[in-house]
C-alpha cells in the first residue's frame, strides 16, 4: 500500500519538468536551475494554492519563463556528477561553515500536521506552509481525503476504524463549511466599494476559519523550505532519531533529494561514527526522559490554568533595557551605565527610551537590539490552530507537549450562531474516542487523531525585540481570533504583570479592535495590487 498519492503528468510535462525538480513521483524533491526569484514566487504561490508545486509551476509559471536553452538538462539524474564536483570543493575547504554556504529550496508534500511542526522546528531555515484559512480541505488527492495513512495503523486492529472515522471528520468538515459560509454572506453585509471576488473571499476565509478546528492533526500539508547544508544536516540527523514513523521515513526521502543538489554536505547524516551515533544520541535521550518524567509525574492531574501565563521575567528589566540602550553611544562599561541608569529619574529614563524607539511610522520600524537583552516566558494552553501558527516564530525557544483530548476544546462562537454546534462536537467525540483507541498501540501516532481544535500545551521564550514583532504580526486584524488572542493577553501580561509599562508602550501597533472580516483589508489590497498590474 503506498502512503503516498504520484502525481500524473503527460510525456510534454515531464519533459519540462525535469530540468527543473529531482524527481517527478515523489512528495519530497528539490528545485533546481531556475532563479532565485521564480523559486521564492512558487513558494509564496505555494502557501495558498490547492495544487501541487510542480502543477502550480507548470499552470501559472512555466509560459513567462524562458525554457528552451534548458533542454538538455535532466535534474532527475547526475547525481555522480554532482558529488564529485561537490567532494573536491568539500576536501579542499571543508569544515561545517562550508555547509552554510549552500541552500537549496526544498518542496515537502502530503506531510502530516504533526509533521510539519517537526519540518518546522529549526530557526535557522525559512518556511512556507500551505493555509487552511485559503484552501477548503475536502478537496480530494487521488479520490482520497487529505490525510496521512500510517501504515502501522493501517495493518493494525484499528485501520479499518481510522479511515472510517478520518472520512467521517472530513465530511463532517465539509458540510459546516458550507453551513458558516451561508450563515456569513447572510449576517455580514458586502461594502458598497468591495466587488464580488472581495467578498466571497473574505466570507469564505472567515467561514474556514472558524471550521478549521475539525480538521485531524493528520490533514496533509505542503511546505516549502529553504535552507543550508548545515541547517538540513541538523534537521536530518533530528527527524531520524524521532519517534514518530512518518518523521524517520520522510527523513530518508529528504536525504535521497537533497543529495542530489549538496551532496557532501549531508555526507555525514548516515555515516555510522557520525550521524547514525548523534541521531542514537537524541533518540536514546528522548527514551531515557520519557520513562523517568513518566514515573515521576505520569499520574499528576494538570489544574486548571489560564490561556496564557507570563511565568517568568526581569522584574528590574527595563533599568537594564535603557542601560543596554545607552551602551553603543558611551564610553563606559555595562556595569557603569547600569549605575548611572538606576539613579535617573522615571523621565529621564522615558526620554532615552523614546529617543531609541524613535516614531515607528508602521510595524517593521523596529528599534535595536537593546530591546533583546530582557526575556518573558509564556506557559501556554492553546488550540493546536493557534499553535500551529505561533511555532512558525523561529527568534524563540519554544516547546511543546504531545498533542492529546486531554484539555479540552474550543468552539467558535460562530459556529454556534450558525447553527453548526451539535455537529462540532460530534467530530471532537469522534476525535477523542479515535485517539483513545490508538494510544496504547501506538503512543506517537495517536495524535494524527486529534482535532486541530484541541488544546496543547507549549511554552515559549523570547526577548522584548522579538515581542514587539510577534505580537504586533500576531494581533493584526487579518489574523485568526484563536492567535489574536494569545498575542493580546502575552501584551496585557507584559504590561501589568511584569510591570514593563515601556516596553508594552513601544509596542504602538498592537491591533485591539475585532474586525467583522479578519481578511477583507487583506483581500482589497491585493485585488487592489492586481488592478493596477492589469492597468
Known amino acids: 500500500m503506498s502512503v503516498y498519492v504520484p502525481e500524473e503528468f503527460t510525456d510534454a510535462e515531464s519533459d519540462i519538468l525535469r530540468r527543473y525538480f529531482t524527481n517527478l513521483d515523489l512528495p519530497v524533491f528539490a528545485l533546481v536551475n531556475l532563479p532565485e526569484v521564480v523559486k521564492g514566487a512558487l513558494f509564496a504561490r505555494y502557501s495558498r494554492s490547492p495544487r501541487s508545486l510542480r502543477r502550480l509551476f507548470l499552470d501559472e509559471f512555466v509560459n513567462d519563463l524562458e525554457i528552451a536553452g534548458d533542454q538538455a538538462v535532466d535534474a532527475t539524474v547526475g547525481v555522480d556528477r554532482a558529488e564529485t564536483l561537490y567532494e573536491k570543493v568539500f576536501v579542499e575547504y571543508g569544515d561545517d561553515s562550508v555547509a552554510q554556504l549552500g541552500g537549496v529550496h526544498l518542496a515537502c508534500?502530503?506531510?502530516?500536521?504533526?509533521?510539519?511542526?517537526?519540518?518546522?522546528?529549526?530557526?535557522?531555515?525559512?518556511?512556507?506552509?500551505?493555509?487552511?484559512?485559503?484552501?477548503?480541505?475536502?478537496?480530494?488527492?487521488?479520490?482520497?481525503?487529505?490525510?496521512?495513512?500510517?501504515?502501522?495503523?493501517?495493518?493494525?486492529?484499528?485501520?479499518?476504524?481510522?479511515?472510517?472515522?478520518?472520512?467521517?471528520?472530513?465530511?463532517?468538515?465539509?458540510?459546516?463549511?458550507?453551513?458558516?459560509?451561508?450563515?456569513?454572506?447572510?449576517?455580514?453585509?458586502?461594502?458598497?466599494?468591495?466587488?464580488?471576488?472581495?467578498?466571497?473571499?473574505?466570507?469564505?476565509?472567515?467561514?474556514?476559519?472558524?471550521?478549521?478546528?475539525?480538521?485531524?492533526?493528520?490533514s496533509l500539508s505542503n511546505v516549502g523550505i529553504y535552507g543550508s547544508g548545515q541547517g538540513y544536516e541538523q534537521l536530518l540527523l533530528r527527524m531520524r532519531a524521532h519517534p514518530l514513523p512518518e518523521a524517520?521515513?520522510?527523513?530518508?526521502?529528504?536525504?535521497?533529494?537533497?543529495?542530489?543538489?549538496?551532496?557532501?554536505?549531508?555526507?555525514?547524516?548516515?555515516?555510522?561514527?557520525?550521524?547514525?551515533?548523534?541521531s542514537d544520541y537524541l533518540s536514546t535521550n528522548t527514551a531515557a526522559m520519557t520513562d523517568i518524567v513518566d514515573s515521576i509525574m505520569g499520574d499528576v492531574i494538570a489544574t486548571d490554568v489560564d490561556e496564557v501565563t507570563l511565568i517568568d521575567f526581569d522584574p528590574d528589566g527595563e533599568n537594564k533595557l535603557v542601560a543596554a540602550a545607552c551602551y553603543q553611544y558611551s564610553h563606559l562599561p555595562e556595569s557603569q551605565i547600569r549605575l548611572k541608569v538606576e539613579a535617573m529619574s522615571v523621565a529621564d529614563k522615558t526620554d532615552i527610551l523614546n529617543a531609541y524607539i524613535g516614531n515607528r511610522d508602521n510595524r517593521r520600524h523596529r528599534p535595536g537590539r537593546a530591546f533583546e537583552s530582557i526575556d518573558y516566558r509564556f506557559d501556554v494552553l492553546s488550540d493546536y490552530g493557534a499553535f500551529r501558527d505561533m511555532q512558525r516564530h523561529r527568534l524563540l525557544?519554544?516547546?511543546?507537549?504531545?498533542?492529546?483530548?486531554?484539555?479540552?476544546?474550543?468552539?467558535?462562537?460562530?459556529?454556534?450562531?450558525?447553527?453548526?454546534?451539535e455537529m462540532f462536537d460530534e467530530v471532537m467525540a469522534r476525535s477523542s474516542s479515535l485517539y483513545d483507541a490508538l494510544a496504547a498501540d501506538h503512543p506517537y501516532q495517536a495524535s494524527y487523531a486529534v482535532s486541530m481544535a484541541y488544546r496543547i500545551r507549549y511554552v515559549m521564550q523570547f526577548n522584548a525585540r522579538e515581542a514587539m514583532h510577534m505580537l504586533e504580526l500576531r494581533s493584526g486584524p487579518q489574523g485568526h481570533p484563536s492567535y489574536r488572542r494569545v498575542a493580546l493577553e502575552m501584551h496585557k501580561q507584559i504590561s501589568e504583570k511584569a510591570g514593563h509599562h515601556a516596553v508594552a508602550a513601544a509596542m504602538s501597533h498592537m491591533t485591539t479592535e475585532v474586525p467583522e472580516l479578519e481578511r477583507l483589508e487583506s483581500e482589497r489590497r491585493a485585488e487592489s495590487k492586481r488592478s493596477a498590474k492589469d492597468q
Open 397 to 421: 525557544t519554544i516547546e511543546w507537549q504531545p498533542l492529546t483530548p486531554y484539555h479540552g476544546y474550543s468552539r467558535p462562537e460562530l459556529v454556534d450562531a450558525a447553527g453548526g454546534a
Open 248 to 278: 524517520r521515513y520522510y527523513a530518508d526521502m529528504m536525504l535521497v533529494e537533497l543529495r542530489k543538489v549538496i551532496p557532501s554536505f549531508l555526507r555525514r547524516v548516515d555515516v555510522p561514527e557520525r550521524g547514525v551515533k548523534w
Open 109 to 218: 508534500e502530503q506531510a502530516s500536521n504533526i509533521l510539519t511542526k517537526i519540518l518546522e522546528w529549526g530557526r535557522l531555515m525559512s518556511y512556507l506552509e500551505q493555509s487552511t484559512r485559503y484552501i477548503a480541505y475536502d478537496d480530494r488527492l487521488g479520490g482520497r481525503y487529505r490525510y496521512y495513512r500510517d501504515p502501522d495503523i493501517l495493518e493494525g486492529r484499528f485501520g479499518t476504524r481510522y479511515v472510517g472515522d478520518m472520512d467521517r471528520m472530513f465530511d463532517s468538515y465539509s458540510q459546516l463549511a458550507e453551513l458558516v459560509t451561508d450563515h456569513v454572506r447572510a449576517t455580514v453585509v458586502k461594502g458598497p466599494k468591495d466587488s464580488d471576488f472581495v467578498y466571497r473571499q473574505a466570507t469564505r476565509a472567515k467561514a474556514l476559519d472558524a471550521v478549521r478546528g475539525l480538521l485531524p492533526a493528520s
